[in-house]
Structure formats: C-alpha cells, structure tokens
C-alpha cells in the first residue's frame, strides 16, 4: 500500500514531485531518476512505481530493471546507476545519523536513539535525505512533527 508523508501532501495529489517511497525504492534498486524524467511519465507509470515491490532481492532487481525500461521509453534517455549502499543508515535503528542529529540540533532538538529505533526504515530515509546539506531541508521541521520527534 502507498505511503505519503503529510509534509508531501502539497504534491501528492499531481504527484509533480518524486514522492519518498520512490526516492526511497530509487535508492534501494541503485537507479538515478531525475525530475524532468518522473515528469515525463504518465499517471500509469507513476502509479506503478509507487505500488510495485522493491524489498527482496528478486523485486528490487525487477524494479531497476523496469524503471530502465520507463525511463528509456518515455525519454529516449539510458538511466544512470547509483551504488548500492549495502548497509544504509535507514536501515540501522541504534545510531542516530549525523547530518539528522545536527539539522535537529539547528532547530533546537535532540533526537534520542530509542526514538529513532522506533521509526520505519522510511521514516529514517526520509530523515537523512530531508537532512542533507544539498536539500532545502524546509520539510525536515515538518517531518519531525509527523513522526512525533518534537
């Protein structure tokens, strides 16, 4: 079943914008899809790469595979392959990342690791990418609240 973040909620609906499941699915099958190539996919294609499987092995090589296909079809252009991180921050719920703890630190909180172990590996996902120092960071406040970090 689809999950959105209510912070996401002002793109959600015209899904304009690569919703974190996706990012997170991205992630996980080592594929890059940029914004002007998720714009060139149908409602359909979106739809489909939001509800499509990507946890065991067999579906997250079957999720690159058709996300290649997508991305060939719909814009001409070869996907490009990130590395796979084979052990995620994400995925570890004892430690607390850096850049998570040091982006709550500017807003005046502390995140303590019991919390951050109760949160699902989406919720942490989405955590280290709100928190890095390349992104706007405006939904991270956001998104604390929505976890009940703050």
Not at 72 to 90: F, I, K, M, V
Not at 94 to 122: D, K, M, R
Request: glycine share 2%; hydrophobic share 35%; charged share 25%.
């Amino acid at each position: 079943m689809a999950e959105f973040f209510q912070f996401e909620s002002d793109f959600v609906e015209s899904l304009r914008c690569i919703p974190m499941q996706v990012r997170f699915k991205l992630d996980t099958c080592g594929v890059k899809l940029k914004l002007h190539q998720w714009n060139k996919f149908n409602e359909r294609d979106r739809t489909q790469l939001i509800e499509m499987p990507c946890s065991t092995a067999s579906e997250i090589e079957t999720y690159r595979s058709q996300l290649h296909q997508l991305i060939q079809t719909r814009t001409g252009e070869t996907a490009s392959d990130l590395p796979l991180d084979l052990h995620p921050d994400w995925l570890e719920g004892a430690i607390v990342p850096e850049s998570v703890q040091t982006q709550a630190q500017e807003l005046g909180f502390t995140i303590q690791p019991s919390h951050w172990a109760n949160l699902t590996p989406l919720q942490r996902f989405a955590l280290i990418k709100l928190s890095r120092s390349n992104h706007e960071n405006k939904n991270f406040l956001p998104a604390l609240k929505e976890f009940s970090l703050v």
